[in-house]
């Protein structure tokens, strides 16, 4: 079993950073500037505002791993603890999906960047899709291996990742020109409307602060690793997304920036010429290949803490003999394989798309959830108002779930509504579960 590892076989402080880094720095990332840039320069307040929100988070998520240290699942656990089962099971369940469908989008991304290299990856659907399959099958494969195994890949990937991505926000702030960040405002809206709009996007980008909480008996020392990693990882990440926006922002007009499809590549050429572009690329293949590799191994730890719980089928819980829950790792890598495919098949690249745009609300629900827990897993626990610092505790969960609020409003209408249509549709599969209980009793 996981918690019954040895010291030398679990996740350590740089380890369990490299997990909440590496899950947040995805391929994505370097899309960003170019989708913020229609609204101009007001976007960095977005990303203050989300930089804010992420924290507020970190600290909740911070505070229930020294609340609860072994909890495997992260904010299943929490919500389960404060919440009871059925809101544990609506957590898991959305959040379940959003891992394997994040998975696969990572996978297609990480095809779009090796087409720099091979460029008939772009134009050739059954090698890209060979190309994708090969790369799932490959980390599922390596996370077999072991936690420690999974770790050492996702430290040497978030390190080179980030190599690029620094690179350009550091050598960027040397060629700023200011009128580029003018005017402040193009988005046609209100600057509330605007701000409200890039922070709920830029949030996104911070989906995945939770990541060293989920597979907790798998951390040393958990109660300090888990908190240390989470506020360490959380602001790394925020470092180099609000740097790096602001370099590329700075060295490209706004008008050319919207445009881009490769706007750090863009911006690496104008700092160090046309061959920036080719290790630019390559930062991205391993941002993708990185998250893809840290998702995999969450993707296996999420459904073996329910399977504990038996609120999930029981083959869940099975784990080899290196104590990876190996059974649900190869299931959801036969899912992302699957929804990875429908995005290369003619008719179903629009469901595939709009499923994504679904699961990032299935995430924020959980960070509701778990910030309501935070509140009532003090009370449960009867920790009083003087030594459970009472004040300081309603102030930050106040705040984080007015946040997660804000953040789901901001993220639309429709997929507000699908988003929990697709939670509400794991509610048959709960009755099974319960009636199987039931049964056995």
Same mark, same amino acid.
């Given at each position: 079993?996981?918690?019954?590892?040895?010291?030398?076989?679990? #996740?350590?402080?740089?380890? =369990?950073? $490299? &997990? @909440?880094?590496?899950?947040?720095?995805? %391929? *994505?990332? /370097? !899309?960003?500037?170019?989708? #913020?840039?229609?609204?101009? =320069?007001? $976007? &960095? @307040?977005?990303?203050?505002?989300?930089? %804010? *929100?992420? /924290? !507020?988070?970190?600290?909740?998520?911070?505070?229930?791993?020294?609340?609860?240290?072994?909890?495997?699942?992260?904010?299943? %656990?929490?919500?389960?603890?404060?919440?009871?089962?059925?809101?544990?099971?609506?957590?898991?369940?959305?959040?379940?999906?959003?891992?394997?469908?994040?998975?696969?989008?990572?996978?297609?991304?990480?095809?779009?960047?090796?087409?720099?290299?091979?460029?008939?990856?772009?134009?050739?659907?059954?090698?890209?899709?060979?190309?994708?399959?090969?790369?799932?099958?490959?980390?599922?494969?390596?996370?077999?291996?072991?936690?420690?195994?999974?770790?050492?890949?996702?430290?040497?990937?978030?390190?080179?990742?980030?190599?690029?991505?620094?690179?350009?926000?550091?050598?960027?702030?040397?060629?700023?020109?200011?009128?580029?960040?003018?005017?402040?405002?193009?988005?046609?809206?209100?600057?509330?409307?605007?701000?409200?709009?890039?922070?709920?996007?830029?949030?996104?980008?911070?989906?995945?602060?939770?990541?060293?909480?989920?597979?907790?008996?798998?951390?040393?020392?958990?109660?300090?690793?888990?908190?240390?990693?989470?506020?360490?990882?959380?602001?790394?990440?925020?470092?180099?997304?609000?740097?790096?926006?602001?370099?590329?922002?700075?060295?490209?007009?706004?008008?050319?920036?919207?445009?881009?499809?490769?706007?750090?590549?863009?911006?690496?050429?104008?700092?160090?010429?046309?061959?920036?572009?080719?290790?630019?690329?390559?930062?991205?293949?391993?941002?993708?290949?990185?998250?893809?590799?840290?998702?995999?191994?969450?993707?296996?730890?999420?459904?073996?803490?329910?399977?504990?719980?038996?609120?999930?089928?029981?083959?869940?819980?099975?784990?080899?003999?290196?104590?990876?829950?190996?059974?649900?790792?190869?299931?959801?890598?036969?899912?992302?394989?699957?929804?990875?495919?429908?995005?290369?098949?003619?008719?179903?690249?629009?469901?595939?798309?709009?499923?994504?745009?679904?699961?990032?609300?299935?995430?924020?629900?959980?960070?509701?959830?778990?910030?309501?827990?935070?509140?009532?897993?003090?009370?449960?626990?009867?920790?009083?108002?003087?030594?459970?610092?009472?004040?300081?505790?309603?102030?930050?969960?106040?705040?984080?779930?007015?946040?997660?609020?804000?953040?789901?409003?901001?993220?639309?209408?429709?997929?507000?509504?699908?988003?929990?249509?697709?939670?509400?549709?794991?509610?048959?599969?709960?009755?099974?579960?319960?009636?199987?209980?039931?049964?056995?009793?």
């Amino acid at each position: 079993m996981p918690d019954q590892l040895p010291k030398e076989n679990k #996740l350590g402080l740089w380890t =369990s950073t $490299s &997990l @909440v880094v590496g899950n947040m720095i995805g %391929a *994505g990332v /370097f !899309l960003m500037p170019a989708t #913020l840039a229609s609204y101009g =320069s007001i $976007s &960095l @307040v977005g990303w203050v505002f989300a930089t %804010a *929100g992420a /924290f !507020l988070l970190a600290k909740v998520f911070s505070n229930l791993s020294k609340l609860m240290p072994l909890a495997d699942g992260g904010p299943y %656990a929490y919500s389960r603890e404060g919440l009871g089962d059925f809101a544990g099971f609506l957590v898991a369940w959305g959040y379940w999906i959003s891992i394997w469908c994040t998975n696969a989008a990572i996978a297609v991304s990480l095809v779009s960047a090796l087409s720099t290299f091979f460029p008939m990856l772009a134009t050739n659907s059954l090698a890209a899709i060979a190309t994708g399959l090969g790369t799932i099958w490959l980390l599922t494969w390596v996370n077999s291996l072991g936690i420690v195994t999974s770790g050492v890949v996702q430290l040497v990937t978030t390190v080179l990742k980030i190599i690029p991505l620094l690179a350009v926000a550091i050598g960027g702030l040397f060629f700023l020109k200011i009128s580029y960040f003018l005017p402040f405002n193009t988005s046609g809206t209100s600057s509330i409307a605007a701000i409200t709009a890039t922070t709920a996007f830029t949030f996104f980008a911070f989906t995945g602060l939770e990541c060293a909480t989920i597979p907790s008996g798998s951390v040393n020392n958990p109660e300090k690793t888990i908190s240390r990693a989470t506020m360490l990882g959380t602001g790394l990440a925020a470092i180099i997304y609000i740097l790096s926006t602001v370099s590329v922002m700075g060295m490209i007009p706004a008008g050319k920036l919207s445009h881009s499809l490769t706007p750090f590549a863009d911006t690496a050429v104008l700092l160090w010429g046309s061959s920036a572009r080719y290790w630019v690329s390559g930062g991205v293949a391993i941002a993708a290949f990185g998250a893809l590799n840290g998702w995999i191994l969450i993707q296996g730890q999420t459904p073996y803490a329910i399977s504990k719980d038996k609120l999930f089928p029981a083959i869940f819980g099975k784990v080899n003999k290196k104590g990876v829950p190996i059974a649900g790792i190869v299931i959801g890598s036969v899912l992302v394989s699957i929804l990875m495919i429908m995005n290369y098949t003619k008719g179903l690249a629009e469901q595939f798309k709009f499923l994504l745009l679904l699961t990032t609300i299935t995430v924020l629900i959980s960070y509701l959830f778990s910030t309501v827990a935070y509140v009532l897993i003090k009370l449960q626990r009867k920790l009083t108002p003087a030594s459970g610092h009472w004040p300081a505790t309603i102030l930050l969960a106040s705040l984080t779930f007015l946040f997660s609020l804000w953040a789901i409003g901001g993220s639309g209408q429709e997929p507000v509504y699908w988003g929990f249509i697709l939670i509400l549709a794991g509610l048959p599969f709960y009755a099974m579960i319960l009636w199987k209980k039931g049964k056995q009793l």
